[in-house]
């Protein structure tokens, strides 16, 4: 029976107080009350740990990318944890869905922005959703992930890391925009920590980052870019979907050019976006591209082009 180390170790708490086992799991499994130390010790996650991850659909992902030899987010939680106790160590949070841009393949769930885009006679206050405040938050917690919305946008992260005694310990881990500069009280703060890391999401180089992450404006990625790896570890993630496959070499030119670490996804949802549905020869110039540069995951993104 397959298992997976997170249902031990692990936690997802998105806004509305949706609790989900980890960030691709496609159902939240439990209502978050504010306790996140009784999360992982609820009836819902007993079950999950006694259950076969292959017979689970919110697990499909994983077992895609094991059988066509990608390493799983599930592979990767394995080697990282046990499950020798019920112990919570990483906590991935995402409070609310305050996020300034629009990108393509995102919805209102984790923009305020789509929200108001899809429903223009809106107001602020109807569109925004957050989580309940966090209480009992063990001291077993040694990784936090901050996600979005836009966690820059807020207070919250510093609120949460302000209440956390072993900062020394503890490892951060931001996803961010790229469109908002770290403030004189975040150096303070992250630099008591044990290491941080800053994942800038840039899904094109300069002008095709503006279309498909709308609102976004390259200058400003760019400045905090540089700011944020003056001082800490950051990586830039690309996600690759139908809109931006072709500008895959200018994100290699760029990214080479400035030393930077480079990671790839493909988009999966929505299903119109997926790089599957491109025509046939824009599947063979990709598929070109992808062989002439050094392009993270490129095996896998090969593979999932030609439908395997």
């Given at each position: 029976?397959?298992?997976?180390?997170?249902?031990?170790?692990?936690t997802n708490l998105r806004s509305e107080n949706r609790?989900?086992?980890?960030?691709?799991?496609?159902?939240?499994?439990?209502?978050?009350?504010?306790?996140?130390?009784?999360?992982?010790?609820?009836?819902?996650?007993?079950?999950?740990?006694?259950?076969?991850?292959?017979?689970?659909?919110?697990?499909?992902?994983?077992?895609?990318?094991?059988?066509?030899?990608?390493?799983?987010?599930?592979?990767q939680f394995n080697k990282q944890y046990n499950i020798?106790?019920?112990?919570?160590?990483?906590?991935?949070?995402?409070?609310?869905?305050?996020?300034?841009?629009?990108?393509?393949?995102?919805?209102?769930?984790?923009?305020?922005?789509?929200?108001?885009?899809?429903?223009?006679?809106?107001?602020?206050?109807?569109?925004?959703?957050?989580?309940?405040?966090?209480?009992?938050?063990?001291?077993?917690?040694?990784?936090?992930?901050?996600?979005?919305?836009?966690?820059?946008?807020?207070?919250?992260?510093?609120?949460?890391?302000?209440?956390?005694?072993?900062?020394?310990?503890?490892?951060?881990?931001?996803?961010?925009?790229?469109?908002?500069?770290?403030?004189?009280?975040?150096?303070?703060?992250?630099?008591?920590?044990?290491?941080?890391?800053?994942?800038?999401?840039?899904?094109?180089?300069?002008?095709?980052?503006?279309?498909?992450?709308?609102?976004?404006?390259?200058?400003?990625?760019?400045?905090?870019?540089?700011?944020?790896?003056?001082?800490?570890?950051?990586?830039?993630?690309t996600t690759i979907h139908k809109n931006n496959w072709?500008?895959?070499?200018?994100?290699?030119?760029?990214?080479?050019?400035?030393?930077?670490?480079?990671?790839?996804?493909?988009?999966?949802?929505?299903?119109?976006?997926?790089?599957?549905?491109?025509?046939?020869?824009?599947?063979?110039?990709?598929?070109?591209?992808?062989?002439?540069?050094?392009?993270?995951?490129?095996?896998?993104?090969?593979?999932?082009?030609?439908?395997?």
């Open positions: 029976m397959k298992k997976c180390a997170a249902f031990w170790n692990h609790i989900y086992p980890c960030c691709r799991f496609k159902e939240p499994v439990q209502s978050f009350n504010g306790d996140v130390g009784s999360i992982l010790h609820s009836d819902q996650y007993e079950i999950l740990r006694n259950t076969d991850v292959t017979t689970l659909s919110s697990c499909a992902k994983c077992m895609y990318e094991e059988d066509n030899g990608k390493e799983s987010l599930r592979q020798d106790k019920v112990e919570l160590q990483y906590f991935e949070v995402g409070f609310d869905n305050i996020c300034d841009l629009a990108c393509d393949g995102c919805w209102g769930e984790w923009s305020h922005t789509w929200a108001l885009k899809n429903n223009p006679t809106a107001t602020l206050k109807q569109v925004i959703v957050s989580t309940d405040e966090l209480f009992n938050i063990p001291s077993s917690v040694n990784k936090v992930l901050f996600l979005g919305g836009e966690p820059l946008m807020t207070n919250r992260h510093r609120r949460f890391l302000k209440n956390l005694k072993n900062l020394e310990n503890l490892e951060v881990i931001y996803n961010t925009n790229g469109m908002h500069k770290l403030q004189q009280e975040d150096f303070d703060i992250l630099t008591k920590c044990k290491s941080v890391k800053f994942i800038v999401s840039v899904d094109g180089y300069n002008t095709l980052n503006e279309t498909v992450r709308s609102n976004s404006i390259w200058s400003i990625v760019v400045k905090t870019i540089e700011q944020i790896s003056d001082k800490f570890d950051m990586t830039i993630h072709h500008g895959i070499a200018d994100m290699h030119a760029w990214v080479s050019k400035n030393n930077y670490a480079w990671t790839t996804n493909i988009l999966t949802y929505p299903l119109r976006l997926d790089i599957v549905n491109l025509t046939s020869l824009e599947k063979e110039s990709f598929a070109n591209m992808l062989g002439e540069y050094n392009i993270p995951n490129s095996k896998y993104i090969k593979e999932h082009l030609n439908g395997s």
